[in-house]
């Protein structure tokens, strides 16, 4: 039997050919430097360019978990289909195109052990597009009462989480999928970690604005759904900002 890493990282990806080089080399290198054991579970998406053929050349170098979608199902699927191949003690989410920072990975460990919690990623950003602003800032309001815990939008998918958090999340099934929403529903109040959010290295998003509006119905629909057990509970809100890494 193989060792079980400590760490377990789960990136979807979609048209990201030119950035999984970049990506899982910030990854080892970052890991190496801290002394973690990990693996890297990376999840095509159904991309129509080469990142299938990049992720298998760097399967062969890296310890690399490759998992192809049998078409574009979305972000969140490809998350839950990460997940499902997840066996480290912890288990990251990140995306794939080095808006969240390689370097944040030990940073990120190290407040997950400090607070014996799973911890998000609390992205700190010099640009601020007011569609963007303002959409996320809606779409998050409305979680928020569905949920009844506290849904910021400068958190997302980033972050480490507890083996236990995951396997719970991953009882819901996948309907209408939506990571954010699952961890607050079973995760509860977060302590999160303030990250510097980079720029984007290659090509631009494919999140076109009826992609963002059947993500936004995907996210409320689940919030809805599984919110029952949530009715009678009081709002939470992060009580816990670890700002080791912000400038």
Not at 18 to 28: I, M
Not at 97 to 102: E, K
Not at 110 to 124: D, M, N, Q, T, Y
Not at 212 to 228: E, G, I, T, V, W
Request: aromatic share 10%; hydrophobic share 35%; net charge positive.
């Amino acid at each position: 039997m193989g060792v079980v890493p400590e760490l377990s990282i789960v990136c979807p990806v979609y048209q990201g050919e030119h950035s999984l080089t970049h990506l899982v080399e910030a990854v080892d290198k970052n890991c190496q430097e801290s002394g973690i054991i990990y693996d890297l579970i990376l999840v095509d998406d159904g991309s129509s360019d080469n990142s299938w053929l990049t992720i298998t050349e760097l399967q062969k170098r890296y310890p690399i978990t490759a998992v192809k979608q049998a078409a574009n199902y979305g972000q969140h699927y490809a998350i839950h289909a990460g997940l499902r191949q997840a066996k480290g003690r912890k288990i990251m989410v990140m995306d794939c195109d080095l808006q969240d920072d390689p370097a944040c990975i030990p940073l990120l460990l190290e407040a997950s052990g400090i607070h014996r919690s799973s911890v998000l990623a609390f992205r700190k950003t010099k640009k601020n597009d007011p569609y963007y602003v303002v959409s996320s800032w809606f779409l998050n309001v409305l979680l928020t009462i569905l949920t009844r815990r506290y849904n910021h939008y400068r958190t997302g998918n980033f972050g480490v989480f507890d083996q236990a958090l995951i396997r719970s999340i991953l009882q819901d099934g996948i309907r209408n999928f939506y990571f954010p929403a699952a961890v607050r529903i079973h995760g509860g109040h977060l302590p999160v970690l303030v990250v510097r959010h980079g720029e984007r290295k290659h090509g631009s998003s494919t999140y076109t604005f009826s992609r963002q509006l059947k993500l936004a119905l995907q996210a409320l629909s689940y919030a809805l759904f599984h919110r029952s057990g949530n009715k009678t509970l009081p709002y939470q809100t992060e009580t816990i900002i670890y700002t080791k890494f912000d400038e």
